[in-house]
């Protein structure tokens, strides 16, 4: 079993920046997929960004490329989240996950975690 927590939403005025942390604990991750994902009120839950614990190679949605970093600290087992020029639109609530499979669909992730909320104000 994996275990993810993620800590580190809040409220935050549009321009500015957040960031996110996933506590990974557990089996072995040196072989697994984090990704994030976030999902809006009435809305999908959609994919945001990934990276390949192993190697480090990173993905990330066409909405927030630029804006957005996902990285991971071994040392840590913990993956973040840096996202900056945030806009009212990026307001939902995030969730970290992960898996052995580089994927955009919610399917493919079999661990999650609770997920923290982003609000961004105008």
């Known amino acids: 079993q994996v275990q993810l927590v993620e800590s580190g939403g809040g409220l935050v005025q549009a321009g500015g920046s957040l960031r996110l942390s996933c506590a990974v604990s557990?089996?072995?991750?040196?072989?697994?997929?984090m990704a994030w994902f976030r999902q809006a009120p009435g809305q999908e839950r959609e994919f945001v960004a990934s990276?390949?614990?192993?190697?480090?190679?990173?993905s990330y949605a066409d909405s927030v490329k630029g804006r957005f970093t996902i990285s991971r600290d071994d040392a840590k087992n913990t993956v973040y989240l840096q996202m900056n020029s945030l806009q009212p639109e990026d307001t939902a609530v995030y969730y970290c996950?992960?898996?052995?499979?580089?994927?955009?669909?919610?399917?493919?992730?079999?661990?999650w975690g609770q997920g923290t909320q982003v609000t961004v104000s105008s």
């Open positions: 996950c992960s898996n052995n499979v580089v994927s955009t669909k919610v399917s493919a992730y079999n661990y």
């Open positions: 557990g089996r072995t991750v040196s072989w697994y997929v």
């Open positions: 990276i390949r614990w192993s190697g480090g190679t990173t």
